[in-house]
């Protein structure tokens, strides 16, 4: 199905609609049916002209005047997102951060579900977890290729992190949620996203002492 | 040491800066000694206008048509979030999570040091890790308070996670980074960042399938 938007939407961008569909969620949850771009400005964060610019890639949205239905904001930015389906997601790495992630709670009531998780470990390899079982890097390719799997987790260490993101890429993964800390190389048409929680610390030193 | 900035900076570019940290650095390490803000912004991904409101926050950076000398750039933006210190912090939660974050070695070239670990399981208590051993829970306010820790991580489970946060306050902590899946509730005066794969992931599914 392809979808018919600007073809040059500024990634920047595409990072902030998981916010506002959160934010929208969380409003008509509480029972708020139309919000201003003022309103939800300030939910989120960012200012009235940054969404309407943000939204008006997608179309046009809301009524002059009249703010945006909650619901319907909500509904049609998840589409956008195509988060308005079941994503299966492929996890390499089982150790403990591996486990922590496969046991995250937030994955439960969200659009991605682990599908298949890989170990290069003989001793984790048929290890199960739910419904399924820890295969061998070996197969990592070719199950991915099998389940039609298009996002991979990357969670074991920098030293072969490299090499997992070339077997995920070549079994079809076009995301990867890169949890190592080493930047990735990786073709034009994959996109990388760092967990880091160096870079999340960094964003609140800023503030420490001040007023001390 | 008060610091005379204007006091409302909007924190979305206060999060952009480590950003612009690290791309200065990697610019500075391969020897590009200047760097025109247009290419600057290229490289980060926002527009040169943006970089330049950005930056007129915190005074007069760069030369009318000479663009900025990227080392002295770089050091004046790790001054201004305080990165240019060590900063100790405290984990809560010494499982699966804990242990990968605990040994995660992005910490080693960074500004923040794991100065204490914490966890409620009486068998955790007193393993050691490096050089620091693991306390129990009910010593985190005094510790936290005793060893002056602004930061904390929190790795626990989402139904103990407020607790922690509130025993964490208690002890100075200023600055939460939040694995659990919950949302924190805290004073005003704290900051929460949120370490959140399904969040990551929403920002990729919007460039899956498409061109098929």
């Known amino acids: ?21 959160r934010t929208l969620r969380a409003l008509a ?10 309103d939800l400005a300030d939910e989120i964060g ?15 949205f809301g009524k002059q005047g ?22 299966p997601v492929a996890l390499a790495g ?3 951060l591996g486990h922590a992630i496969a046991h995250y709670r937030g994955f439960g009531p969200s659009s991605f579900r682990i599908a298949a998780i890989f170990d290069r470990n003989p001793d984790k390899v048929g290890e199960p977890l739910g419904e399924i079982a ?20 990357i969670a074991v260490p920098a ?6 993101a070339n077997a995920m890429i070549d079994g079809g993964v076009q995301s990867i949620l890169n949890y190592a800390p080493i930047v990735l190389k990786t073709p034009p048409n994959v ?9 999340a610390l960094q964003t609140m030193t800023y503030y420490l002492g001040v007023g001390s």
């Open 29 to 38: 949850d509480s029972d708020v049916a139309n919000v201003s771009s003022d």
């Open 66 to 87: 009249k703010g945006y239905d909650t619901r319907s904001l909500e509904q049609a930015i998840t589409q956008i997102l195509q988060l308005d389906r079941e994503w």
């Open 134 to 153: 820890i295969l061998s890097d070996q197969c990592m390719t070719s199950e991915i290729r099998r389940l039609g799997i298009e996002i991979g987790i």
């Open 191 to 199: 996109r990388v996203r760092e967990i880091d929680p160096i870079w």
């Open 159 to 164: 030293a072969e992190a490299q090499e997992v």
């Open 46 to 60: 960012v200012t009235a002209a940054q969404i309407r610019r943000d939204l008006s890639y997608f179309g046009k």
């Open 94 to 96: 089982f150790g403990s």
């Open 1 to 21: 199905m392809a979808r018919e938007f600007e073809p040059d939407i500024p990634d920047i961008v595409i990072r902030r609609l998981p916010l506002y569909v």
